[in-house]
């Protein structure tokens, strides 16, 4: 068994010479061979879930118009001035902190359009989309340290409704 790490300090991502226990297609069969390996008091700081065959998936939330770039870029703006015109009200006084809060705020909001339809407009129409992207795995391979593998297996065939792994 591995030494434990001492509180506060991050524990290595990697492992000294680590053996596939299996690979699945969903990440939630690996999480549950991880966590039925703890539950029979194994010594799991010595597993790791690795991510493998990335890609990069982009879900397309919308149409891009002017309008709506101006709209992004207002509310963008908006919140930052509102946090300049709040830094400048710390140092007003009375009813000059309310007025230095509501120019920020103002301000913010019209260099958010213009920055907003300045941005939109640069791109020449090769991008009138939005859209969210996110790098997710297609397979999910469980590595165990060599020396705990024959013990990790002897286990893991005693786990009922065992995940399948992929051929």
């Known amino acids: 068994m591995a030494a434990s790490t001492p ?9 000294d010479f680590p053996q596939s226990l299996g690979v699945f297609d969903k990440y939630e069969d690996a999480q549950r061979t991880v ?8 010594a799991v700081q010595n597993v790791m879930i690795v991510g493998t065959d990335l890609r990069q998936v982009e879900r397309i939330t919308g149409r891009l118009t002017y309008a709506r770039a101006a709209m992004a870029g207002a509310a963008s703006g908006a919140w930052f001035g509102l946090l300049i015109g709040i830094l400048l009200s710390l ?31 640069a791109t020449g129409g ?27 297996q ?13 051929l």
Do not use: C, N
């Open 7 to 15: 509180r506060g300090v991050r524990p290595s991502l990697a492992l």
């Open 35 to 42: 966590d039925y390996l703890s539950d029979q008091q194994f």
């Open 126 to 152: 090769r991008r009138d989309f939005t859209s969210v992207s996110q790098v997710v795995a297609t397979r999910y391979e469980v590595l165990v340290e060599h020396k705990l593998l024959l013990e990790a």
């Open 154 to 166: 002897q286990l893991l065939q005693q786990m009922p409704g065992r995940p399948q792994q992929p």
């Open 91 to 121: 140092f007003s006084t009375g009813g000059d902190a309310w007025s230095a809060i509501l120019t920020g705020l103002l301000i913010g909001l019209a260099f958010g359009i213009a920055f907003g339809v300045a941005g939109y407009a």
